[in-house]
């Protein structure tokens, strides 16, 4: 089977939307207060989509351990429920989850670090027109080099 894209990419994009998730929700203190921010929580609903297709992936190419499927189930859950969804649950997900698995994939990708900064670059220009997102690449560049 042909892959079209390198896993060091999915890497890049947990990565991303991670750093989303937590813009998009450093503010709020409750589940709450979070649900009744439609644009904020629209916004990082689709990330963890993109964090759990991400995952996804990573364990097709045996990277992630199967205890991660509960982060692909979780994302069907999101995608498929639409007004059955917990925002407890997401809450917690977002504040006590999602900076562990980031720590995880990058932990991943510094294993194979020239396709890991070549993964990066490619991120920066796909986001070119978006800086906040470029300048959370470019220090993940400086971290790589760190390490």
Request: proline fraction near 2%; aromatic fraction near 10%.
């Amino acid at each position: 089977m042909s892959e079209a894209r390198s896993p060091e990419l999915y890497i890049v994009d947990i990565l991303i939307a991670s750093d989303k998730i937590h813009r998009y929700t450093h503010s709020f203190r409750t589940a709450q207060e979070f649900l009744h921010s439609e644009l904020e929580w629209d916004a990082a609903l689709r990330e963890l989509e993109i964090v759990g297709e991400a995952v996804r992936h990573l364990i097709r190419f045996g990277l992630a351990e199967d205890k991660y499927r509960r982060i692909v189930d979780f994302r069907n859950l999101i995608a498929h429920a639409y007004f059955g969804i917990d925002e407890e649950i997401v809450w917690e997900v977002i504040t006590k989850h999602l900076k562990l698995l980031a720590v995880s994939v990058w932990n991943l990708g510094i294993e194979n670090p020239h396709d890991f900064a070549v993964a990066i670059e490619c991120a920066k220009e796909d986001f070119s027109h978006h800086p906040q997102t470029v300048n959370f690449l470019t220090r993940l560049e400086e971290q790589l080099q760190h390490n």
